[in-house]
């Protein structure tokens, strides 16, 4: 038996038998099919081909077809008949992908400018968003390798942290998160790679000297305090209470844990929203669900009130804290790294688009995050 949230059940949502999927061209809503996708995708290469001589675009057109091989299966699994075909102005930014397709030789630019077409049609309706992606696009084939890890990684750090509330899930989530991300490059340590971002557009600088990023000893307790709660004594008066209690009223003890970061003490490892947990009891017919009562929920409310009180400044499980993390490689090296960067920068549109498509191409199960 344990207690869960009714979060971390994963739904799936799938159009209705009855829906229907168009476009908008004029006045007139039309699909668009995979065939039809494909013919404009040749359309537009033919044009772009025009730029260059016969030898010349036989490369181009091997380079193009490994863009569209990547491009379809993504736009058809976010719409089935891609709409986003039938507008002009993608139209224009597609041959503008194909243009950086055909002059690059790095098979990750193709998938890279495939996940910034998906992104295109994600965020129609943002002109904003947009304007990053065209640009983004413009300089997929300039960008250096290593400057695009450290621009993709300084991006990770700044937007993602784990779901888990176990302080060890959640670090393996982040170390194979950003060992994906560094992908077996060396991170640099001089600044050449920031001049480089910033010539493209892609960062703005700050001052040597007078800005640069927090330490990430600062940084990283208030982004993960989750962890960092204060627990329940054991065999305390509260421990002993909330045992008590959760025995009277059939709440499973497996949600008190050993607390990872401080000697002595209990955790719960269940969410603070009362209303999103549920007891979970396994029969030989199955699994059963259970909703907690008023009376749980009272008990639940006491324990997390207790227990729920954070504290990021405690030297104790800061110290402990620091060691998890340096026993995973990847976040050992980021946080070497992290602290040698002598300058900030702000990451421009142009930027977040890049680091959201080559973080995708890495691992697709994250999500853009603008």
Not at 244 to 267: A, D, T
Not at 295 to 324: G, P, R
Request: contains cysteine.
């Amino acid at each position: 038996m344990d207690l869960i949230s009714k979060n971390d059940l994963v739904q799936e949502q799938t159009a209705g038998d009855n829906s229907n999927q168009i476009m908008v061209r004029g006045d007139l809503n039309i699909g668009i099919t995979e065939s039809q996708a494909r013919d404009i995708c040749k359309a537009e290469c033919a044009i772009a081909l025009q730029n260059w001589a016969f030898q010349a675009g036989a490369f181009a057109e091997s380079r193009i077809q490994k863009l569209e091989d990547r491009v379809l299966p993504k736009m058809l699994a976010y719409d089935k008949e891609p709409k986003i075909f039938g507008d002009p102005g993608f139209q224009i930014l597609l041959r503008k992908a194909q243009i950086a397709a055909a002059s690059s030789e790095r098979e990750g630019d193709y998938d890279i400018l495939s996940d910034l077409l998906l992104h295109r049609a994600e965020q129609n309706d943002n002109r904003q968003r947009r304007l990053g992606i065209a640009k983004a696009i413009e300089v997929v084939d300039q960008i250096d390798d290593i400057a695009l890890v450290a621009l993709s990684v300084v991006y990770g750090v700044s937007k993602y942290t784990p779901k888990s509330t176990n302080v060890f899930q959640g670090l393996q989530t982040l170390d194979s998160l950003f060992g994906k991300i560094i992908n077996g490059h060396k991170l640099p340590y001089n600044n050449d790679w920031m001049e480089h971002l910033s010539l493209l557009s892609t960062i703005r600088l700050g001052t040597e000297g007078l800005n640069s990023f927090k330490k990430m000893e600062e940084y990283y307790p208030d982004r993960l305090r989750i962890y960092f709660d204060n627990g329940i004594m054991t065999d305390s008066e509260e421990h002993k209470e909330i045992k008590e209690k959760f025995l009277e009223l059939g709440i499973p003890l497996s949600c008190l844990e050993v607390h990872p970061l401080k000697e002595g003490y209990l955790h719960l490892t269940c969410p603070k929203e009362v209303d999103n947990l549920i007891i979970t009891i396994n029969t030989p017919q199955g699994e059963i669900r259970i909703p907690l009562n008023e009376q749980q929920k009272e008990a639940m409310k006491h324990a997390i009130d207790m227990n729920f009180k954070f504290n990021t400044k405690d030297d104790v499980m800061l110290k402990k804290f620091w060691e998890l993390w340096n026993q995973y490689p990847n976040l050992s090296e980021l946080k070497r790294w992290w602290n040698s960067l002598s300058v900030s920068f702000d990451i421009t549109p142009v930027g977040v688009a890049l680091a959201n498509a080559y973080i995708r191409g890495k691992e697709p199960s994250v999500p853009p995050i603008y």
